[in-house]
């Protein structure tokens, strides 16, 4: 089955606690991006990646590292997460040429 | 202005109508346009993808593309209490390497 697949599901730490969360696609897909959506906001992008080793920043990049070292991962890590970064994250990959973007099943991260 | 602008609703139609959400853009180069659907706290799950001026229909679903207007809406016809749900406009901007999202509308279908 096709698919995109975040973990955790769910994570609640404390300010300044290291914390990467993964994101693993099945599809071969040369793209994949990283989402944060906040009430009123909408989804915003965070970076995204065209192939390995080839990352570029979205919208809202600051707070946040990421990594492309195979074309299946893209993991998603916050260095020193603080409160603000308390959201609601979607990992999304696509073949690009226009097509559209599948989504992981998104991650809840709560900063205390 | 922002890039994509959608109205935040709620939009509130009876069971059986037909309900219209409707999604401006400004980057007049964008070449692909979507239809996400995402329920509270979920994924966004795509309904639509457009390419061309005109109507392209899926079911109950008809995505329409007006690229002079830089304008994209979608019918839902025989709407559904199942179809409440939040509805995501998305356009693929910068060249085609970034996918910008609306801020959805927010649909109620009522009995």
């Known amino acids: 089955e096709a698919q995109v697949t975040q973990n955790p599901r769910y994570l609640i730490t404390v300010t300044g606690k290291k914390l990467t969360v993964t994101c693993s696609q099945n599809m071969n897909h040369e793209y994949m991006s990283w989402y944060r959506q906040d009430p009123g906001l909408g989804l915003r992008q965070i970076y995204y990646s065209m192939n390995v080793e080839v990352t570029d920043k979205g919208d809202v990049p600051e707070g946040y590292k990421v990594s492309r070292k195979e074309k299946r991962n893209f993991p998603l890590i916050l260095e020193s997460p603080s409160p603000n970064q308390t959201s609601l994250y979607f990992c999304?990959?696509?073949?690009?040429?226009?097509?559209?973007?599948?989504f992981g099943d998104g991650t809840r991260l709560s900063i205390l | 202005q922002k890039e994509v602008e959608q109205n935040s609703g709620p939009l509130s139609v009876p069971e059986g109508a037909i309900a219209s959400l409707n999604c401006t853009y400004s980057d007049r180069v964008s070449q692909s346009f979507f239809w996400y659907r995402q329920y509270s706290g979920k994924s966004p799950e795509l309904i639509m993808s457009i390419y061309s001026n005109g109507d392209k229909e899926d079911g109950r679903f008809t995505a329409q593309l007006n690229k002079a207007s830089q304008y994209v809406s979608l019918l839902i016809r025989d709407s559904q209490p199942s179809d409440s749900a939040t509805y995501l406009c998305a356009v693929l901007t910068g060249g085609g390497n970034k996918l910008t999202f609306g801020t959805g509308t927010q649909l109620k279908v009522e009995l």
């Open positions: 999304a990959s696509t073949s690009g040429g226009g097509q559209p973007q599948h």
